[in-house]
C-alpha cells in the first residue's frame, strides 16, 4: 500500500470505526482501517451478537421442553452444546464477514493488525507479516 496517498486511517473496526471508514470512502477519501483482531468488534463478535444467538437456541429448547402445551409431541429433548456455541460463532462470523465485504465494496482497505501512533500523521501496524507503516493527514481513533 502506498502510505503518501491515505487520506483518513481509522483505527478500530468496530461500529463506529467501520462506518466512518466507509463514509470517509463514500466522500472521495482513500481509506485504511486497522483492526487487531475482527471486523466488526467487541459486540459483534464476542458481545451482543452471539450472547443473542446463545439465548435464541435456550429459547428454542424451552419451547419445545413445552410442547405438549401446543398440543405437539417431542420426546428426547436435549441439547448439544458445543453445537450452539458454534452456531453462535458462526452467526458472529457470518455478520463480521458482511463488513468485510461492504469495506471492500466502498473501497476501504483493511489491515490486520495492531496499530500504535509514533508521531503526528503515521501509524505503525504490527502485522503478521511485519511492520507496516501507515501515513495520513486524518486519523480517526475508534
Given at each position: 500500500?502506498?502510505?503518501?496517498?491515505?487520506?483518513?486511517?481509522?483505527?478500530?473496526?468496530?461500529?463506529?470505526?467501520?462506518?466512518?471508514?466507509?463514509?470517509?470512502?463514500?466522500?472521495?477519501?482513500k481509506v485504511?482501517?486497522?483492526?487487531?483482531?475482527?471486523?466488526g468488534?467487541i459486540?459483534?463478535?464476542?458481545?451482543?451478537?452471539?450472547?443473542?444467538?446463545?439465548?435464541?437456541?435456550?429459547?428454542?429448547?424451552?419451547?419445545?421442553e413445552?410442547?405438549?402445551?401446543?398440543?405437539?409431541?417431542?420426546?428426547n429433548?436435549?441439547?448439544?452444546?458445543?453445537?450452539?456455541?458454534?452456531r453462535?460463532?458462526?452467526?458472529?462470523?457470518?455478520?463480521s464477514?458482511?463488513?468485510g465485504?461492504?469495506?471492500?465494496?466502498?473501497?476501504?482497505t483493511?489491515?490486520m493488525?495492531?496499530?500504535?501512533?509514533?508521531?503526528?500523521?503515521?501509524?505503525?501496524v504490527?502485522?503478521?507479516?511485519?511492520?507496516?507503516?501507515?501515513?495520513?493527514?486524518?486519523?480517526?481513533?475508534?
Amino acid at each position: 500500500m502506498s502510505s503518501s496517498t491515505i487520506d483518513l486511517i481509522v483505527i478500530g473496526a468496530g461500529p463506529g470505526g467501520y462506518v466512518a471508514a466507509i463514509r470517509g470512502a463514500q466522500l472521495g477519501l482513500k481509506v485504511a482501517v486497522v483492526e487487531r483482531e475482527h471486523l466488526g468488534g467487541i459486540c459483534l463478535n464476542w458481545g451482543c451478537i452471539p450472547t443473542k444467538a446463545l439465548l435464541r437456541s435456550s429459547e428454542v429448547f424451552h419451547l419445545m421442553e413445552r410442547a405438549k402445551d401446543f398440543g405437539l409431541k417431542a420426546e428426547n429433548i436435549g441439547y448439544d452444546l458445543s453445537a450452539v456455541v458454534k452456531r453462535s460463532r458462526g452467526v458472529a462470523a457470518q455478520l463480521s464477514g458482511g463488513i468485510g465485504h461492504l469495506l471492500k465494496k466502498n473501497k476501504v482497505t483493511v489491515v490486520m493488525g495492531e496499530a500504535t501512533i509514533p508521531a503526528k500523521g503515521k501509524v505503525s501496524v504490527k502485522t503478521d507479516k511485519g511492520v507496516e507503516e501507515l501515513t495520513a493527514k486524518n486519523i480517526i481513533l475508534a
